[in-house]
T-cell receptor, first 114, second 114 residues
Framework: AQKITQTQPGMFVQEKEAVTLDCTYD???????LFWYKQPSSGEMIFLIY??????QNATEGRYSLNFQKARKSANLVISASQLGDSAMYFC???????????FGKGTMLLVSP | SAVISQKPSRDICQRGTSLTIQCQVD?????MFWYRQQPGQSLTLIAT?????????ESGFVIDKFPISRPNLTFSTLTVSNMSPEDSSIYLC???????????FGSGTRLTVV
Protein backbone atom coordinates (compact mmCIF):
# COMPACT_ATOMS: atom_id res chain seq x y z
CA ALA A 1 0.00 0.00 0.00
CA GLN A 2 1.18 3.49 -0.75
CA LYS A 3 2.28 5.44 2.25
CA ILE A 4 1.67 8.82 0.64
CA THR A 5 -1.23 9.36 -1.74
CA GLN A 6 -1.70 12.44 -3.87
CA THR A 7 -4.87 11.94 -5.89
CA GLN A 8 -4.65 15.06 -8.05
CA PRO A 9 -2.25 14.58 -10.98
CA GLY A 10 -2.88 18.16 -12.07
CA MET A 11 -4.55 21.29 -10.76
CA PHE A 12 -5.37 24.56 -12.43
CA VAL A 13 -5.90 27.83 -10.60
CA GLN A 14 -6.14 31.47 -11.58
CA GLU A 15 -3.68 33.97 -10.30
CA LYS A 16 -4.58 35.42 -6.88
CA GLU A 17 -6.93 32.57 -6.04
CA ALA A 18 -6.31 30.00 -3.30
CA VAL A 19 -5.71 26.35 -4.08
CA THR A 20 -5.62 23.18 -1.99
CA LEU A 21 -3.41 20.24 -2.89
CA ASP A 22 -4.47 16.97 -1.31
CA CYS A 23 -2.28 14.50 0.53
CA THR A 24 -3.23 11.47 2.58
CA TYR A 25 -0.79 9.22 4.37
CA ASP A 26 -0.65 5.83 5.95
CA UNK A 27 1.38 4.96 9.02
CA UNK A 28 0.92 3.13 12.28
CA UNK A 29 3.74 5.06 13.90
CA UNK A 30 2.47 7.74 16.31
CA UNK A 31 5.58 9.86 15.66
CA UNK A 32 6.05 11.13 12.13
CA UNK A 33 6.65 14.25 10.13
CA LEU A 34 4.97 15.50 6.99
CA PHE A 35 6.63 17.69 4.40
CA TRP A 36 5.70 19.55 1.25
CA TYR A 37 8.23 20.29 -1.47
CA LYS A 38 7.95 22.32 -4.65
CA GLN A 39 9.79 21.23 -7.78
CA PRO A 40 9.93 23.79 -10.61
CA SER A 41 10.81 22.72 -14.12
CA SER A 42 14.48 23.30 -13.26
CA GLY A 43 14.34 20.14 -11.15
CA GLU A 44 15.41 21.43 -7.75
CA MET A 45 13.43 20.48 -4.67
CA ILE A 46 12.35 23.44 -2.56
CA PHE A 47 11.17 22.82 1.00
CA LEU A 48 7.86 24.58 1.73
CA ILE A 49 6.42 23.48 5.04
CA TYR A 50 6.61 20.88 7.79
CA UNK A 51 4.05 19.40 10.20
CA UNK A 52 4.95 17.14 13.08
CA UNK A 53 2.46 14.52 14.23
CA UNK A 54 2.40 15.96 17.74
CA UNK A 55 2.08 19.57 16.67
CA UNK A 56 -1.11 21.05 18.06
CA GLN A 57 -1.48 23.76 15.48
CA ASN A 58 -1.46 23.66 11.71
CA ALA A 59 1.83 24.79 10.21
CA THR A 60 2.01 28.04 8.27
CA GLU A 61 4.83 29.59 6.24
CA GLY A 62 3.90 32.79 4.48
CA ARG A 63 1.36 31.97 1.75
CA TYR A 64 1.58 28.25 2.55
CA SER A 65 -0.43 26.53 5.21
CA LEU A 66 -0.94 22.90 6.00
CA ASN A 67 -4.43 21.64 6.82
CA PHE A 68 -3.53 18.77 9.13
CA GLN A 69 -6.37 16.40 10.00
CA LYS A 70 -4.74 13.68 12.03
CA ALA A 71 -7.77 11.42 12.44
CA ARG A 72 -8.33 11.41 8.70
CA LYS A 73 -4.58 11.09 8.03
CA SER A 74 -4.58 14.00 5.67
CA ALA A 75 -2.11 16.85 5.28
CA ASN A 76 -3.36 19.14 2.55
CA LEU A 77 -1.29 22.09 1.36
CA VAL A 78 -3.12 25.37 0.96
CA ILE A 79 -1.54 28.08 -1.17
CA SER A 80 -3.21 31.43 -0.77
CA ALA A 81 -3.13 34.18 -3.41
CA SER A 82 -1.52 32.03 -6.12
CA GLN A 83 1.22 33.55 -8.23
CA LEU A 84 2.46 32.63 -11.69
CA GLY A 85 5.70 31.47 -10.10
CA ASP A 86 3.79 28.86 -8.12
CA SER A 87 3.42 26.78 -11.28
CA ALA A 88 5.41 23.65 -10.45
CA MET A 89 5.20 20.07 -9.28
CA TYR A 90 4.32 19.67 -5.60
CA PHE A 91 5.28 16.64 -3.57
CA CYS A 92 3.98 15.52 -0.20
CA UNK A 93 6.42 13.41 1.82
CA UNK A 94 6.58 11.66 5.17
CA UNK A 95 9.29 10.67 7.57
CA UNK A 96 8.49 7.99 10.12
CA UNK A 97 10.32 7.38 13.37
CA UNK A 98 13.16 4.97 12.86
CA UNK A 99 13.63 5.93 9.24
CA UNK A 100 16.17 8.48 8.20
CA UNK A 101 14.67 9.23 4.80
CA UNK A 102 11.54 10.60 3.23
CA UNK A 103 8.81 8.71 1.38
CA PHE A 104 7.30 10.77 -1.41
CA GLY A 105 3.90 10.85 -3.04
CA LYS A 106 3.53 10.90 -6.82
CA GLY A 107 3.10 14.63 -6.91
CA THR A 108 0.59 17.18 -8.19
CA MET A 109 1.33 19.51 -11.09
CA LEU A 110 -0.03 22.97 -10.39
CA LEU A 111 -0.55 25.44 -13.22
CA VAL A 112 -1.36 29.04 -12.38
CA SER A 113 -2.93 31.08 -15.17
CA PRO A 114 -3.06 34.86 -15.47
CA SER B 1 20.13 24.67 6.84
CA ALA B 2 22.91 23.26 4.68
CA VAL B 3 23.66 24.42 1.16
CA ILE B 4 24.46 21.76 -1.41
CA SER B 5 26.36 22.24 -4.64
CA GLN B 6 25.56 19.49 -7.13
CA LYS B 7 27.41 18.98 -10.40
CA PRO B 8 26.84 18.61 -13.28
CA SER B 9 23.42 20.20 -13.60
CA ARG B 10 22.75 18.27 -16.79
CA ASP B 11 24.48 15.97 -19.22
CA ILE B 12 23.82 13.99 -22.35
CA CYS B 13 25.73 10.73 -22.41
CA GLN B 14 26.25 7.85 -24.78
CA ARG B 15 24.93 4.46 -23.77
CA GLY B 16 27.54 2.20 -22.25
CA THR B 17 29.44 5.06 -20.63
CA SER B 18 29.47 6.19 -17.00
CA LEU B 19 28.76 9.53 -15.34
CA THR B 20 29.85 10.65 -11.90
CA ILE B 21 27.69 13.18 -10.06
CA GLN B 22 29.17 15.19 -7.21
CA CYS B 23 27.56 16.79 -4.19
CA GLN B 24 29.42 19.20 -1.94
CA VAL B 25 27.82 20.37 1.30
CA ASP B 26 28.83 23.55 3.10
CA UNK B 27 28.73 21.87 6.51
CA UNK B 28 29.44 18.46 7.97
CA UNK B 29 26.52 16.06 7.76
CA UNK B 30 26.23 12.49 8.93
CA UNK B 31 24.02 11.05 6.23
CA MET B 32 23.63 11.88 2.58
CA PHE B 33 20.97 10.42 0.37
CA TRP B 34 20.81 9.82 -3.35
CA TYR B 35 17.48 9.81 -5.21
CA ARG B 36 16.43 9.06 -8.75
CA GLN B 37 13.44 10.71 -10.41
CA GLN B 38 12.44 9.10 -13.66
CA PRO B 39 10.51 11.27 -16.15
CA GLY B 40 7.09 12.18 -14.81
CA GLN B 41 7.62 10.15 -11.66
CA SER B 42 8.23 10.74 -7.99
CA LEU B 43 11.55 10.49 -6.17
CA THR B 44 12.91 7.04 -5.38
CA LEU B 45 15.70 6.54 -2.88
CA ILE B 46 18.76 4.86 -4.38
CA ALA B 47 20.98 4.66 -1.32
CA THR B 48 22.10 6.25 1.92
CA UNK B 49 25.75 7.25 2.06
CA UNK B 50 27.53 7.30 5.41
CA UNK B 51 31.08 8.47 5.84
CA UNK B 52 33.52 5.66 6.53
CA UNK B 53 31.25 2.80 5.55
CA UNK B 54 29.66 1.31 2.49
CA UNK B 55 26.48 2.87 1.23
CA UNK B 56 23.19 1.20 2.03
CA UNK B 57 21.24 0.47 -1.13
CA GLU B 58 17.49 0.20 -1.51
CA SER B 59 15.80 -2.73 -3.15
CA GLY B 60 16.30 -2.64 -6.89
CA PHE B 61 19.57 -0.70 -6.78
CA VAL B 62 23.00 -2.34 -6.72
CA ILE B 63 26.48 -1.10 -6.04
CA ASP B 64 27.85 -2.25 -9.40
CA LYS B 65 25.39 -0.02 -11.23
CA PHE B 66 25.39 2.93 -8.80
CA PRO B 67 28.69 3.02 -6.92
CA ILE B 68 28.78 5.71 -4.25
CA SER B 69 31.72 7.31 -2.54
CA ARG B 70 31.64 9.26 0.73
CA PRO B 71 35.23 10.22 1.54
CA ASN B 72 34.33 12.81 4.19
CA LEU B 73 31.40 14.48 5.94
CA THR B 74 30.91 17.17 3.29
CA PHE B 75 31.22 15.33 -0.02
CA SER B 76 29.75 12.40 -1.92
CA THR B 77 29.64 11.09 -5.46
CA LEU B 78 27.21 8.85 -7.28
CA THR B 79 28.28 7.10 -10.46
CA VAL B 80 25.76 5.82 -12.96
CA SER B 81 27.60 2.99 -14.70
CA ASN B 82 27.18 1.36 -18.09
CA MET B 83 24.30 3.68 -18.87
CA SER B 84 21.26 2.83 -20.96
CA PRO B 85 18.39 5.08 -22.06
CA GLU B 86 16.38 3.77 -19.07
CA ASP B 87 18.82 5.61 -16.80
CA SER B 88 17.63 8.95 -18.17
CA SER B 89 16.39 10.67 -15.03
CA ILE B 90 16.99 13.48 -12.62
CA TYR B 91 19.40 12.45 -9.88
CA LEU B 92 19.31 14.37 -6.60
CA CYS B 93 21.40 14.28 -3.48
CA UNK B 94 19.96 15.27 -0.12
CA UNK B 95 21.07 15.76 3.47
CA UNK B 96 19.17 15.76 6.70
CA UNK B 97 19.38 18.98 8.66
CA UNK B 98 21.43 18.63 11.79
CA UNK B 99 19.36 19.09 14.91
CA UNK B 100 16.07 19.70 13.13
CA UNK B 101 13.60 17.94 10.97
CA UNK B 102 14.21 19.21 7.49
CA UNK B 103 16.01 17.95 4.43
CA UNK B 104 17.91 19.97 1.86
CA PHE B 105 18.28 18.84 -1.73
CA GLY B 106 20.89 19.56 -4.32
CA SER B 107 19.77 21.28 -7.49
CA GLY B 108 19.66 17.96 -9.35
CA THR B 109 21.44 16.43 -12.32
CA ARG B 110 19.29 15.97 -15.40
CA LEU B 111 20.76 13.00 -17.25
CA THR B 112 19.83 11.99 -20.79
CA VAL B 113 21.28 8.79 -22.22
CA VAL B 114 21.25 8.44 -25.99
Amino acid sequence: AQKITQTQPGMFVQEKEAVTLDCTYDTSDPSYGLFWYKQPSSGEMIFLIYQGSYDQQNATEGRYSLNFQKARKSANLVISASQLGDSAMYFCAMRERGYSTLTFGKGTMLLVSP
Amino acid sequence: SAVISQKPSRDICQRGTSLTIQCQVDSQVTMMFWYRQQPGQSLTLIATANQGSEATYESGFVIDKFPISRPNLTFSTLTVSNMSPEDSSIYLCSVAHQGSYGYTFGSGTRLTVV
